[in-house]
Structures are given as structure tokens and as C-alpha cells.
Nanobody, 119 residues
């Protein structure tokens, strides 16, 4: 089973940027996607984006299209989420997860990294 460790969260002003990282280790044989998720208090968990380990293709939630970009470095077993033009509604914990399908059939979760957008 894969172990995932997120990093890169922090405090940023509205309109600012952050880059999250998700480093994978352990067994990498049983999943095909890495995805980013977030769940604000009182809201359902949202799949933010995902990247295919097969061809590097990406998908994004409508709420982040044009502002967030996901990429991967297979040599480092690490994926990144570049978040630009952040707004306060983006404040929450972001989790990465290894899954069989994009944003579905999750096999492993990371511990999460806090993103706070505030002036």
C-alpha cells in the first residue's frame, strides 16, 4: 500500500499562490491516479484534481479550473498542485490520495496539509 505525505501548505493572502507536494512511497503497484481533495467545515469532501500515472493526463473540478495546475515527477514519485489566485474559500485541509480511478476508489490517504487564505 502506498504511503503519501503532503507538504507545502501555509498562510497566503487572497490572490496569492501556493504549491502543494505529495510524495509517495511504498507499494506503487495498485493505483493509477493521485488526486487532491479538500473538505471545508460543514461541506462535503471535494475532489480538486487528479493526475494519471499512466499518461500524465489531469482533470480538475470546475471550481479550480484555470487557477490550479497539477503535475508529477515520476522519478521522485511526487505530484504537485500549483494553486494560483487563491481566495478565502480555498481555506481548508488538502489531502492527496492514491486511487484506482480519478477521484474514486481511493486506496491510500495522506495526512493532509492546511491551506489558509487570509489577509
Amino acid at each position: 500500500q502506498a504511503q503519501l505525505v503532503e507538504s507545502g501548505g501555509g498562510l497566503v493572502q487572497p490572490g496569492g499562490s501556493l504549491r502543494l507536494s505529495c510524495a509517495a512511497s511504498g507499494s506503487t503497484l495498485d493505483y493509477y491516479f493521485i488526486g487532491w481533495y479538500r473538505q471545508a467545515p460543514g461541506k462535503e469532501r471535494e475532489g480538486v484534481s487528479c493526475i494519471s500515472r499512466i499518461d500524465g493526463s489531469t482533470e480538475y473540478a470546475d471550481s479550480v479550473k484555470g487557477r490550479f495546475t497539477m503535475s508529477g515527477d515520476n522519478a521522485k514519485n511526487t505530484v504537485y498542485l500549483q494553486m494560483n489566485n487563491l481566495n478565502p474559500e480555498a481555506t481548508t485541509v488538502y489531502y492527496c490520495a492514491a486511487s484506482v480511478y480519478c477521484s474514486d476508489y481511493v486506496l491510500s490517504w495522506g495526512q493532509g496539509t492546511q491551506v489558509t487564505v487570509s489577509s
